[in-house]
């Protein structure tokens, strides 16, 4: 497949404390690929080099096989960003947003008006068109980025956090627009630490924590190689736990303490689940692994600011 967006070796440092630690990745056209992890993981970071905002340490990332170090202002005509603020115009309605940022690329005014209107009419902002941003609810911004994104009809998409403090109804019209775009052949890159939207939205995920990508691959292939397909908690102290350890010797699984909580990891859930009533009775969650299970495993469960 084409390749769309690559980096390799990539560094960047602040003050000489590595941000992000010599990584390489690939995305391919028609793909969203997503970065997952928590805060300070170093994606943003990592976003902001493959836009040309923030300079690179070491390393190289092409975009459309140019060098974004060397070609910064081609690049930036070749794709669309949804950042992680709202960085809209307070004082201009949304429709005079959309027309100031289609100056930007040279868009003559007549084609950009009916840009802006198709836009509009795909976000679902049509009826807000005169309305100032200020007067907007926070669904209703992100979606407006997501109509400035295209306003230069990009063949590639950077999503950072698109759909950050959104309540789920206004995240899943923006999931539902998301997909529509890539639908139609749309690149995207993605970064986000809601386990959900990585699933609804990526064909491929990096996991990435203190700077490094430290996992690869589909949802479903990280999960299945991380975790399995089924996990069981199971609430008890700690003698409790090693009771319910040691008769599950039998079994194939791996486990995970947390707390008040044990984690079990497998592929025969529903044998483990049967043996475990049968040596005690406790408080037994069975359900399908997740994204989370795979971050949490990966990433730890303790804090990360």
Not at 23 to 48: D, H
Not at 65 to 83: A, E, F
Not at 159 to 186: C, F, N, S, V, Y
Request: net charge neutral.
């Amino acid at each position: 497949m084409d390749v769309v967006v690559e980096a390799r070796n990539l560094v960047k440092e602040y003050n000489s404390h590595r941000v992000v630690k010599g990584i390489n990745f690939s995305v391919c056209k028609g793909e969203c690929f997503g970065f997952l992890g928590p805060n300070g993981a170093g994606k943003t970071t990592t976003m902001s080099m493959i836009i040309c905002y923030t300079p690179i340490t070491k390393g190289n990332v092409t975009v459309f096989g140019l060098d974004v170090g060397r070609y910064p202002k081609k690049v930036k005509q070749k794709i669309g960003v949804i950042p992680q603020e709202t960085n809209l115009d307070p004082d201009l309605t949304v429709f005079e947003n959309l027309m100031v940022y289609a100056r930007y690329f040279n868009i003559p005014k007549k084609v950009a008006r009916n840009r802006v209107k198709e836009l509009l009419s795909f976000v679902q902002l049509s009826d807000k068109r005169d309305e100032v941003i200020l007067r907007l609810s926070g669904g209703m911004k992100r979606r407006l980025l997501i109509a400035r994104s295209l306003i230069n009809d990009p063949e590639l998409i950077i999503l950072d956090e698109p759909t950050i403090g959104l309540d789920p109804q206004a995240r899943h019209l923006i999931w539902q627009k998301l997909r529509q775009l890539k639908a139609h052949g749309t690149t995207m890159v993605l970064s986000t630490h809601y386990m959900e939207e990585a699933a609804q939205l990526c064909d491929r995920l990096a996991i990435m924590d203190q700077g490094q990508i430290i996992a690869e691959g589909s949802p479903n292939h990280l999960i299945t190689e991380f975790v399995g397909t089924e996990v069981i908690e199971i609430r008890s102290d700690g003698q409790e736990s090693n009771y319910i350890l040691d008769s599950l010797k039998e079994h194939q699984f791996s486990f995970e303490r947390a707390a008040d909580t044990l984690f079990l990891y497998s592929r025969e859930g529903g044998r483990l689940v049967q043996k475990i009533k049968e040596v005690k009775d406790e408080r037994i969650i069975y359900r399908p692994a997740t994204l989370e299970d795979v971050f949490l495993k990966l990433t730890g469960r303790e804090l990360k600011e």
